[in-house]
């Protein structure tokens, strides 16, 4: 061994990324050596086999031990190289005691435990120093060398050679040497591999994510089959596959966050990034910064660089939430990028391009704004070349059964509780009610009533004044100066008068007669009453 020898194995595990590769070079080229009788690489790692190992009895701590990791040399007596990490030496437990207690069952457990090498060149004198005395005298075992495998002042593992030739100084400058960079290889490879490992979890984690929006914004998982709701369908369905941008209008809580997902789901652009930016949430001298990004030291605060929303969205879609809240000095950058595809960094001083599908979406009305110069006229028409109008749950009253039994499955699978049922009547007094707060109100609802139920009986807890004294679609047409209002058709009066029996039967628990019944309640006679059911079909 020279050193040509070492430099050669350093070099061909220097920039190698897997550890099997970095052990299997290490002890195969220290085996290339006809004096090297056998070389082994140990590591410290958790202990794995503690109630079956060998050494069980006399390891001061079984939550670290040095577990065999690669092992190779030249037997005189077999062509087969002992290559075998099993036996009794795969595992050795770690000792701090002082050199001189050094045993032969505890030499390498004392240099991975202290960090200390040791050399012993008297093995042809003293082969009891050794293990296996007889393999010592078979192989004409003359010196050990035992090196730390240290980097960065941490202990790895060990590194043992068994040779026929006596290891002069000079040699085990060689090895100390080899084994502080057979430890910078086995400290870069196992990184390498982390980070691999990461990036493999990652991609899992983001396979896994990507499957999850797919599965939660489905088309399925848009609850509702009233013709509204399938009108909108259509409309995604229509625009979804083009370029165009889309302005979503609606009350807060509507779901027009679901609506853009969905468009994005079935666009081209599915498979690249959607990026979600909350307009309202944004200060008003942030905006730029927010959208574009800006370099270390552009501004006071900017300490360091970052990268702005539509930088990230590059190649797909961003969604721009409450759009209507963006400062009319920002319009105008805002509009160069629908038009252009062009901004700007601020503090950079160049030019960059984009390519972004916009989704924009207001709960407020941005023609009104626009009469009152508080938004861009030719902004709100690049936004609105596919306007999308998302109507209030109020005026879904057929989806409300479906969007609360969903809403019900979700919360008892999420919090462990067995499937929970709304009851007929439960449905009634949800769909009596007008939900100013909309889905969102809804899903709040049906979130506590589950709470509340404690896994035993479904109780709502909505605002009953509200339902009996405004039952919903009660439009204001009857002014409370006594002026006339708009009139009201039959049928509305009509459903109107269903809606208020169906109010006070369910206020009543569907006592028809008697005190405090639902006659009584609505000021008329039990048989009229029974009557007008059976006229509208109300069925309990």
């Known amino acids: 061994m020279n050193l040509e020898f070492f430099q050669s194995i350093a070099i061909s595990v220097s920039n190698e990324r897997s550890l099997d590769v970095v052990f299997r070079n290490i002890v195969n080229g220290l085996a290339e050596d006809s004096n090297v009788v056998l070389a082994r690489i140990w590591l410290i790692a958790p202990g794995d086999i503690c109630h079956t190992c060998y050494w069980r009895k006399g390891c001061p701590d079984q939550t670290k031990c040095l577990h065999l990791v690669a092992s190779n040399g030249r037997s005189l007596y077999s062509e087969k190289w002992p290559t075998s990490i099993k036996g009794r030496y795969k595992r050795f437990p770690l000792y701090t005691y002082s050199r001189k207690n050094v045993s032969a069952s505890g030499k390498i457990g004392y240099i991975g435990g202290t960090g200390n090498a040791v050399l012993r060149n008297d093995i042809y004198e003293n082969p009891d120093w050794l293990l296996d005395t007889e393999w010592a005298q078979r192989e004409k075992i003359a010196s050990f060398d035992g090196q730390p495998l240290v980097f960065r002042n941490e202990t790895l593992g060990v590194l043992a050679?068994?040779?026929?030739?006596?290891?002069?100084?000079?040699?085990?400058?060689?090895?100390?040497?080899?084994?502080s960079n057979a430890a910078a290889a086995i400290a870069n490879a196992r990184a390498?591999?982390?980070?691999?490992?990461?990036?493999?979890?990652?991609?899992?984690?983001?396979?896994?994510?990507?499957?999850?929006?797919?599965?939660?914004?489905?088309?399925?998982?848009?609850?509702?089959?009233?013709?509204?709701?399938?009108?909108?369908?259509?409309?995604?369905?229509?625009?979804?596959?083009?370029?165009?941008?889309?302005?979503?209008?609606?009350?807060?809580?509507?779901?027009?966050?679901?609506?853009?997902?969905?468009?994005?789901?079935?666009?081209?652009?599915?498979?690249?990034?959607?990026?979600?930016?909350?307009?309202?949430?944004?200060?008003?001298?942030?905006?730029?910064?927010?959208?574009?990004?800006?370099?270390?030291?552009?501004?006071?605060?900017?300490?360091?660089?970052?990268?702005g929303r539509f930088q990230l969205a590059d190649g797909g879609t961003i969604f721009l939430d409450e759009v209507g809240e963006i400062p009319i000095e920002l319009q105008g950058k805002l509009l160069r990028v629908l038009q252009e595809g062009e901004y700007e960094i601020i503090g950079e001083g160049k030019t960059r391009r984009v390519d972004v599908r916009v989704i924009a979406a207001t709960n407020r009305n941005l023609e009104k704004e626009m009469e009152s110069k508080q938004f861009r006229q030719d902004l709100y028409f690049r936004l609105s070349v596919f306007p999308l109008e998302i109507d209030p749950l109020r005026k879904r009253k057929e989806d409300i059964p479906l969007l609360a039994r969903h809403f019900l499955k979700q919360n008892c699978r999420s919090i462990g509780f067995k499937e929970l049922f709304l009851k007929k009547e439960q449905i009634l007094q949800l769909?009596?009610?007008?939900?100013?707060?909309?889905?969102?109100?809804?899903?709040?609802?049906?979130?506590?009533?589950?709470?509340?139920?404690?896994?035993?009986?479904?109780?709502?807890?909505?605002?009953?004044?509200?339902?009996?004294?405004?039952?919903?679609?009660?439009?204001?047409?009857?002014?409370?100066?006594?002026?006339?209002?708009?009139?009201?058709?039959?049928?509305?009066?009509?459903?109107?008068?269903?809606?208020?029996i169906l109010a006070a039967l369910i206020k009543t628990n569907w006592k028809i007669s008697g005190a405090g019944g639902a006659a009584e309640l609505l000021g008329m006679k039990s048989t009229t009453l029974s009557s007008k059911i059976k006229a509208f079909g109300i069925q309990r």
């Open 161 to 179: 050679l068994f040779s026929r030739k006596e290891l002069d100084q000079a040699l085990l400058i060689m090895l100390r040497t080899f084994a």
């Open 431 to 500: 769909q009596s009610y007008d939900w100013p707060g909309n889905i969102r109100e809804l899903q709040n609802v049906i979130e506590r009533a589950v709470i509340l139920s404690r896994g035993g009986e479904l109780k709502l807890d909505l605002p009953e004044v509200y339902i009996i004294k405004k039952p919903p679609n009660l439009p204001q047409r009857i002014k409370s100066s006594g002026e006339p209002g708009e009139v009201m058709t039959s049928d509305e009066l009509k459903s109107l008068e269903k809606e208020n």
């Open 192 to 307: 390498f591999e982390e980070i691999e490992q990461l990036h493999q979890q990652l991609e899992l984690e983001n396979e896994y994510l990507r499957d999850e929006i797919k599965e939660a914004y489905s088309f399925a998982d848009i609850v509702g089959q009233g013709s509204s709701l399938q009108k909108t369908l259509q409309q995604i369905e229509l625009v979804a596959p083009t370029n165009a941008t889309v302005l979503i209008k609606g009350e807060t809580g509507t779901g027009k966050e679901l609506i853009a997902l969905a468009i994005h789901q079935r666009s081209k652009r599915k498979n690249n990034p959607l990026i979600k930016v909350n307009c309202a949430s944004i200060p008003k001298e942030l905006f730029e910064s927010e959208f574009f990004g800006h370099i270390k030291g552009a501004f006071t605060g900017a300490i360091k660089d970052r990268v």
